[in-house]
């Protein structure tokens, strides 16, 4: 059994599976260090994921309302194809949130990266991961990663990223 994270292989042993960690990778030719630090505020977010229930975008929008009633000038992009019908622009709306997200719809790897180098921090709301590649993309790029502690995020909290338990969007 091959699996691609340590949080993934203690989900097999915990099914009585002896798994192999096979680390995945991003090309560093295409996703590259960011030079310097953006400016701010507002403060910019960005996740990159298909629009749908297991990725929970609602609960990061949650999240996003959350900061912006606490006076956090901060931003959203969201980035990934909508397989949920219109429903999270709907929701954004109706969290007032229509002037601090923009939903990108489906980008190429290349396009991703301005996205990164523009961000303040990268957010995963996931409730589930293997380990997630564009996790891998925004640490290439330097930007730093918070987010639900499932996939790389769980492997890499408390040093390198900071994770927070799925679903809630305190």
């Known amino acids: 059994t091959t699996v691609c994270s340590r949080y993934q292989a203690a989900l097999a042993r915990a099914h009585g599976l002896t798994p192999v960690v096979i680390p995945l990778g991003v090309d560093l030719s295409v996703f590259r ?10 403060y910019r977010l960005v996740h990159v994921a298909s629009l749908n229930p297991v990725k929970d975008q609602a609960t990061l929008l949650q999240a996003v309302a959350l900061l912006r009633d606490r006076q956090v000038d901060v931003t959203l992009d969201l980035v990934g194809e909508d397989t949920l019908n219109g429903r999270l622009p709907e929701l954004a709306r109706t969290l007032g949130l229509s002037d601090h997200v923009a939903f990108h ?13 523009a961000a303040h921090l990268f957010v995963l709301s996931s409730l589930h991961e293997a380990a997630g590649v564009v996790l891998l993309e925004a640490a290439a790029c330097g930007v730093p990663v918070v987010g639900s502690a499932v996939g790389f995020v769980a492997d890499w909290a408390p040093d390198g990223a900071v994770g927070v338990p799925p679903g809630s969007p305190e």
């Open 33 to 42: 260090r960011r030079t310097g630090e953006p400016s701010g505020p507002p």
């Open 105 to 117: 719809g489906f980008l190429p790897s290349d396009a991703l990266v301005p996205l990164y180098h």
